[in-house]
């Protein structure tokens, strides 16, 4: 790595260095243009007008010196590592994209390694591991969620903490033992910060998710929150008006009940009087249908 290659690393990543003023003007190597400081200019700082001053030689402290030798170090270990500056949701750092066309023919264990290896947006930066998703692959009911959190991104399961807890007891209450169903999240890396997906993240997994849903192909389909409602059904209603309708999957014609997340029933326990409604009324659509 040459020096301007150097100085522009350490320029992106904000980190002062401590040069020589002659190696800077040697770097530079241009010319002056008319009616510019001249290098000469640059290389010696401007003296008082006292004839008596000594010209002050450069001499770089002992912090200094670190500084110059922890940087150094520094740059050596980039020049190691392969640059991710770039990467995006539309330029992935690993040159994988992945569609929905792609995964579309793909069976579990092909789909569940092209999760694992995915890098189509950020996400991929921050997560420890990818959630894909757990239980009967030939389930009747399929439960979605929203993204996966920090609990969840440490066990590479879904809904494995509080919520998950309170999830397996909102399914017992409808005589479903959680193994018996398949749990996905519209997200299967966990956000920094738990902040809500970004629409574009929510659609890069989305060909993920609708492959699952195909693979299991459930009789009924229990939707967890607003994020989750909105990104499954292409819509723009609150949780609220989601709730109280029974929607069908466009292609498959498959019923989707949606309810309000576990954690935030945790956080609102008086709404788990409403969460047992569309409990029941899903449970009620699905017996129609597998009896």
């Known amino acids: 790595m040459d020096q301007q290659q150097r100085y522009s690393y350490l320029k992106a990543l904000r980190i002062p260095v401590w040069v020589h003023q002659q190696s800077v003007v040697a770097d530079l190597n241009v010319n002056p243009a008319p009616n510019k400081v001249s290098a000469q200019a640059v290389e010696k700082p401007i003296q008082s007008t006292t ?3 000594p010209e ?7 912090k200094q010196e670190r500084s110059n030798s922890k940087i150094s170090s520094m740059l050596k270990e980039l020049e190691r590592k392969p ?3 770039n990467s995006s949701s539309e330029q992935p750092a690993s040159g994988i994209r992945i569609s929905a066309k792609d995964v579309s023919q793909l069976d579990w264990k092909t789909l569940r390694h092209n999760v694992t290896e995915c890098r189509q947006c950020s996400l991929a930066d921050y997560r420890g591991q990818t959630v894909f998703g757990a239980g009967d692959t030939s389930a009747n009911w399929m439960i979605i969620g929203e993204a996966p959190g920090a609990d ?3 066990q590479g399961q879904p809904f494995v903490g509080r919520a998950g807890q309170l999830l ?3 399914l017992r209450a409808i005589d479903l033992p959680r193994q018996s169903v398949y749990i996905a999240n519209i997200l299967k890396c966990r956000p920094p910060n738990n902040r809500d997906p970004r629409p574009e993240e929510a ?3 989305m060909g993920y998710l609708h492959r699952q849903i195909a693979l299991v192909n459930p009789a009924i389909i229990l939707v967890v ?3 989750a409602a909105q990104n499954l059904l292409q819509s723009k209603e609150t ?3 989601l709730r109280n309708t029974t929607h069908y999957l466009a292609d498959t014609k498959t019923p989707v009940i949606v309810t309000y997340h576990p954690a935030y029933l945790l956080r609102q326990p008086l709404e788990k009087r409403k969460a047992w409604e569309d409990l029941k009324r899903a449970r009620s659509i699905a017996n129609t249908i597998i009896e």
């Open 152 to 154: 969840e991104d440490r």
């Open 51 to 53: 004839p008596s001053q």
């Open 239 to 241: 949780l609220g008006r």
């Open 168 to 170: 397996n007891n909102m």
């Open 203 to 205: 659609a890069h997994c």
């Open 225 to 227: 929150g607003r994020i």
């Open 56 to 62: 002050q030689q450069y001499s770089p402290t002992p």
């Open 83 to 85: 640059s991710t500056a």
